[in-house]
């Protein structure tokens, strides 16, 4: 076990390399200089001649690719040319934002997702199944974004229900010390973490009702009902614990889908988190931040699937006999 | 043992949460009030000698004081107009001399007096090309700043100008020497002091939420008197749409600009937002490349010829897309000026929209449409060009549309490249485009924009299509250098734009006026075009109409 988690981990640290490798080099080929934003167009050539010089961008594509991973191993992200601070200040103000945004599209998309799931197979092809199937397929074909505006549209400027963006009142909970604080942040939250939820949840739906479908025809549940069981305990405790052991791929899986959605998402509701920052620094050229900005993401990607990588493997003994006899 | 199912579990939660609610408010008076402005853009940095954002420029004023400040008239030549800030008077020692004395009330926000060193520190500070201040070029008449004693500080310019004291007092918000001596000048860039600054004005910095707000508190001693709004809170959005929708939802109180006909429609029809148009210092146009693309020593295949760009200008109705984009809110400029600048006038001599002219003058030239196909052509070759365009100006990319639309009935093929903004403004600089759709946003006075942009002056720099006419050079030197009065410049200025009108090396479009929309519950809301938040000190809420969010304590 020890032996397979050393080489996934060694597997999984040259992949980030590899994206920090690709994203460095991508980013610095585009067209534009992360000299002449659109605020300040009268920068002066002498300007930007010697912000090219301080930051080390005349030097040849290599030399500026040799020095950034020497500091990276030092721990260096370099700094931000438009934020003006260190990459790695910026993120760490960014990630935390990121992270509770995916969290609760986690929770919504897994709960939303099994609770349909369940309900799914339980009414296998009556109308309940056939008209939340279709449902759960048109919403999980929907692009994030442009459920994103609708909920916007609708629940926020037309409803007003909620607010148009941003993360808190800034005028009433500057910070989240109390417990209406604690409800405004949960109030900005709401739009953007549905969003990104609900469209996982209609793919998990899907997936849960045919994990669901499939454990339900197994003997062992046939047995149970011989044994005279509730049709509500072999459901819920025979068949679903069985059908939840694909439920950590997915854990793993949904990582790189909310990160890559949290992108639009955090651009239409105006959340700071990573996503945004990125954006804004690919539109700027901001080449340190974006190569930070993929850094982080695919790190959080490749955890993600190490860890259920691991716990898969740790609850199914058949995975580390194929990966030794391999 | 009590029942803990979830339900309850989830109403108890509930109830701590509600019960946690703090009462909040209780400020009352003249001196309470928030205001909330919605900003598409985020200051890079609140250190005003390096940075040119007008979001900074937006947070700062309140932070940083200038030794004198513009007035409302917006006249930038000679002194009568200026309002003192740190400079409580001042005189002129010499003609080339002019002497400030400080207010000797002022402080910083650390309690230290503000004195003549600092204002020298500060001169420094600007004209130092390790700091490499985007305003250090508009400084380049001062030769010096010295002190004469704590409270006075004298400036000595190369030559008599009109705009010296504009010069003196319009670049430069002082900074705190005793703050910012130690301060390595190649480090001043990304200072930590740029994200939590000192100042000296009616507001003091209280914090900064990258990507979400900015809080500034109001000084109850600021020296010049205390501000009515206690608290101004910049809230930022990615974009101006979301900004105006803000405003709308009542999330915002304030917002600078509203752009387009449809936002300012519905901002002014709502009973709670009050609307207030101001000149606008934007103005949009067509520039042709004059040299050929990336290639400054060979004339442009098309642009080089004179007469072919007079014939796309008066092939041009500039105010049925100026109306179609604009409505109401933008004019046809008489040249590339806009609409705050003082020599603006519509007497000024400019080529006029006539589609037949155009078509004999294209004629003349050789270009006929040969083949039938709508395209005029000559020797084999089509009347075409690319026209550079960014994608990030929504406004832009439609003007482009109808300009291609325009120019098509006219016999001339106009191929659009859409480019991020930082392409956009690469290849402008680099020279590498046919025609470009530009917007300049520019300083209340032509003096420093103008030859920048459209003389010799301004080659490798802002004069992207790099127009020079020896005659316009001459007319600009002697408008900005002996114009000891207004009507001298003038006329100067319009022999100027006369010439550069008749040479025409662009498709002036429009000079926008801009809408600010502000909540009623402000009153004596007064704003100066060049920096609508420069009054922000005087504007107030009446305590009669104070809300909740007003009387917010911390």
Not at chain 1, 147 to 159: D, E, K, P, S, Y
Request: net charge neutral.
């Amino acid at each position: 076990m020890i032996g397979w988690v050393v080489r996934r981990v060694a597997a999984s640290i040259a992949i980030v390399w590899a994206v920090v490798t690709l994203t460095f080099f991508v980013i610095h080929a585009a067209p534009g200089s992360p000299f002449l934003p659109e605020q300040s167009q009268n920068v002066s050539p002498e300007t930007i001649r010697r912000l090219v010089a301080d930051f080390g961008l005349d030097r040849s594509l290599l030399e500026q690719y040799a020095l950034y991973i020497r500091n990276l191993a030092r721990g260096n992200l370099g700094e931000s040319f438009a934020l003006r601070r260190p990459v790695a200040d910026a993120l760490a103000d960014a990630i935390p934002h990121t992270f509770v945004l995916a969290l609760a599209a986690l929770f919504i998309d897994f709960t939303v997702g099994l609770a349909l799931g369940i309900y799914q197979a339980v009414r296998e092809r009556r109308v309940g199944d056939i008209v939340l199937g279709n449902v759960a397929l048109f919403v999980n074909s929907m692009p994030t974004f442009w459920l994103g505006l609708v909920l916007l549209l609708v629940f926020a400027q037309r409803l007003h229900g909620f607010p148009i963006g941003g993360i808190a009142d800034p005028v009433l909970c500057p910070r989240v010390d109390s417990g209406a604080c604690v409800l405004d942040f949960l109030w900005h939250l709401t739009l953007p973490a549905l969003t990104l939820g609900l469209v996982g949840a209609a793919g998990t739906a899907r997936f849960q009702r045919a994990a669901m479908l499939e454990v339900i025809r197994q003997e062992y549940v046939r047995t149970a009902r011989a044994k005279g069981l509730g049709e509500r305990r072999v459901w819920l405790v025979h068949a679903l614990r069985n059908a939840l052991l694909p439920f950590i791929t997915l854990v793993g899986l949904a990582f790189p889908f909310l990160l890559t959605g949290a992108v639009l998402v955090e651009t239409v509701f105006a959340w700071p988190g990573m996503g945004l920052l990125a954006v804004r620094a690919i539109l700027q050229r901001d080449y340190y931040v974006v190569t930070g900005a993929a850094i982080v993401t695919s790190t959080m990607v490749v955890l993600g699937n190490l860890i259920a990588d691991t716990l898969y493997a740790a609850a199914d003994p058949r995975i580390r006999v194929r990966e030794r006899s391999a | 043992m009590p029942d803990l199912r979830p339900t309850r579990l989830v109403a108890l939660a509930a109830l701590v949460l509600l019960a946690s609610c703090e009462r909040r408010g209780g400020c009352t008076g003249e001196h309470c009030g928030t205001l909330v402005i919605a900003a598409a853009g985020e200051p890079d940095i609140l250190l005003p000698p390096v940075s040119e954002f007008a979001t900074t420029r937006d947070v700062t004023e309140p932070i940083f004081l200038k030794l004198a400040d513009l007035g409302l008239s917006g006249n930038t030549v000679g002194d009568e107009d200026f309002q003192p800030q740190l400079a409580e008077r001042w005189e002129w020692d010499a003609p080339t001399t002019l002497v400030f004395h400080l207010d000797p009330r002022a402080r910083w926000q650390d309690g230290q007096a503000v004195t003549a060193a600092d204002v020298a520190f500060t001169y420094d500070v600007y004209t130092d090309s390790l700091v490499n201040s985007p305003f250090r070029s508009s400084l380049r008449q001062i030769s010096a700043v010295t002190t004469r004693d704590s409270l006075t500080v004298v400036f000595r310019f190369r030559q008599r100008y009109a705009e010296m004291f504009y010069d003196a007092v319009y670049h430069m918000r002082i900074m705190p020497a005793h703050l910012l001596r130690e301060l390595p000048r190649d480090q001043w860039r990304s200072t930590p002091f740029g994200r939590a600054p000192v100042g000296d004005g009616p507001y003091r910095f209280v914090s900064w939420k990258a990507g979400q707000s900015i809080e500034l508190a109001a000084d109850s001693t600021f020296f010049l008197g205390r501000p009515h709004i206690r608290r101004l809170i910049w809230r930022f959005t990615p974009d101006q749409q979301v900004a105006v929708t803000q405003l709308l939802a009542g999330d915002a109180d304030a917002i600078e600009v509203l752009i387009t006909p449809d936002n300012v429609q519905r901002a002014c029809a709502d009973p709670k937002l009050a609307c207030y148009p101001y000149k606008g210092s934007q103005y949009g146009y067509v520039g042709f490349n004059l040299t050929a693309p990336g290639d400054t020593t060979k004339p442009h295949p098309l642009f080089g010829d004179r007469d072919l760009r007079r014939a796309l200008v008066l092939a041009t109705d500039r105010e049925r897309p100026l109306h179609n984009v604009f409505g109401e809110l933008a004019r046809v400029p008489p040249g590339p000026m806009s609409q705050l600048w003082w020599i603006w006038d519509p007497e000024i001599r400019e080529l006029p929209y006539d589609s037949a002219q155009a078509a004999r003058l294209l004629t003349r030239l050789g270009w006929i449409d040969s083949n039938g196909d709508g395209i005029r052509d000559k020797d084999g070759r089509e009347l075409t060009f690319r026209l550079l365009v960014p994608t990030t100006s929504a406004i832009r990319r439609q003007y482009a549309r109808l300009l291609q639309e325009s120019f098509r009935t006219a016999g001339v093929d106009v191929q659009l490249d859409e480019v991020d903004f930082s392409v956009f403004n690469e290849r402008a600089r680099a020279g590498r485009f046919d025609a470009l759709l530009n917007v300049w946003n520019t300083d209340p006075t032509p003096s420093s924009g103008f030859p920048q942009t459209w003389t010799k002056a301004g080659f490798g720099r802002s004069n992207y299509g790099r127009y020079f006419n020896p005659q316009v050079d001459q007319l600009v030197d002697r408008a900005v250098s002996s114009a000891a009065n207004r009507d001298q410049a003038r006329r100067a200025w319009r022999s100027a734009f006369d010439l550069l009108n008749q040479d025409a090396p662009g498709i002036f479009l429009f000079a926008t006026e801009n809408v600010a929309a502000v909540n009623k519950r402000f009153a004596d809301v007064t704003i100066r075009p060049d920096s609508w938040l420069a009054l922000v000190r005087s504007w107030r809420v009446p305590p009669d109409r104070l809300t909740d969010r007003d009387r917010v304590e911390r």
